[in-house]
């Protein structure tokens, strides 16, 4: 029997992951607040649906990739939501970054109904979810990660299954985490040299010869290559804040993890005060 998926939340990694979904000629439901990127999957082959209990109804695999804690509680709770229409048997992946404890809380709930959960957090970014490229950090049943499986290596270049649930969220956080700190990193590294005068394009080749500057860390420093007029410009400024939001939301959320754990994160505390500094945003209370 052919393998039905629901996919909610079409936003700049869910979109791509969604139409790698409807390209492998999976039966794709979808469903996001905005209507447009529904209407454009849909030009594509997959089928809308108007509330998570509908794609949850016609669904055997569910992937949620919204924005935070509440969004995932609405998309899960309520009579129209995805809880509501899962049949027991079905899973839901979460591929939102969030708090541990809140994957414990749905799952709990979901298991209460015969519905599997699996925190599926992903890293790569939109250019790899769109290539198929996405690594997968998977933590909950390993049946459930099999039923999921198919859907998954659509968007995949690697899953690698962290154990029990709540540990892929916890892995991801910990993950980001070093992610911005390298982007610090990167940054300071530039600030200094371009203070000095000295080449932006040597100081690179010296540095990615002897491993300390990445390809990702590279293409994070290629923003500060754009010129002054392009960097200010509107539409570059909105996709910067875009980008700052997500940086601040997802570093709150790993310092809340941190309390929970009972450990210290300085470091982690002072880069998400700098995300906008980081990435060029003119925005002088957030800088």
């Known amino acids: 029997m052919a393998l039905r998926v629901g996919f909610v939340g079409l936003g700049n990694i869910g979109k791509p992951m969604a139409r790698r979904l409807v390209a492998a000629g999976l039966e794709t439901s979808v469903l996001d607040a905005l209507q447009a990127p529904v209407d454009e999957l849909v030009r594509e082959g997959a089928k809308p649906a108007s509330s998570p209990r509908e ?14 804690d509440a969004d995932v509680r609405d998309v899960f709770e309520g009579e129209d939501g995805l809880l509501a229409g899962a049949a027991p048997g079905s899973v839901i992946a979460l591929h939102s970054t969030i708090l541990p404890s809140t994957v414990r809380e749905v799952g709990a709930a979901a298991a209460a109904r015969g519905v599997g959960v699996l925190d599926a957090c992903v890293t790569g970014g939109a250019a790899k979810a769109a290539t198929g490229e996405l690594t997968y950090i998977v933590g909950g049943e390993l049946a459930d990660l099999e039923r999921c499986r198919p859907a998954f290596e659509t968007s995949a270049s690697l899953i690698v299954h962290t154990g029990p649930l709540g540990s892929g969220a916890s892995t991801k956080l910990c993950n980001n985490l070093m992610t911005y700190l390298a982007w610090l990193s990167a940054f300071e590294s530039l600030h200094l040299a371009r203070a000095a005068g000295l080449s932006q394009e040597k100081l690179e080749e010296v540095t990615r010869s002897n491993g300390n500057l990445t390809d990702p860390m590279r293409a994070f420093l290629a923003l500060h290559k754009v010129p002054a007029e392009t960097r200010l410009s509107s539409g570059f400024q909105a996709t910067m804040r875009s980008f700052v939001t997500l940086a ?16 210290a994160l300085p470091g982690t505390g002072l880069v998400s005060q700098l995300m906008a500094r980081l990435y060029g945003l003119e925005d002088g209370g957030r800088r």
């Open 55 to 68: 794609l949850a109804a016609r669904a055997d695999v569910i992937g949620v990739c919204v924005r935070d």
């Open 248 to 263: 601040e939301k997802d570093l709150a959320v790993t310092l809340a993890f941190a309390r929970e754990c009972g450990v």
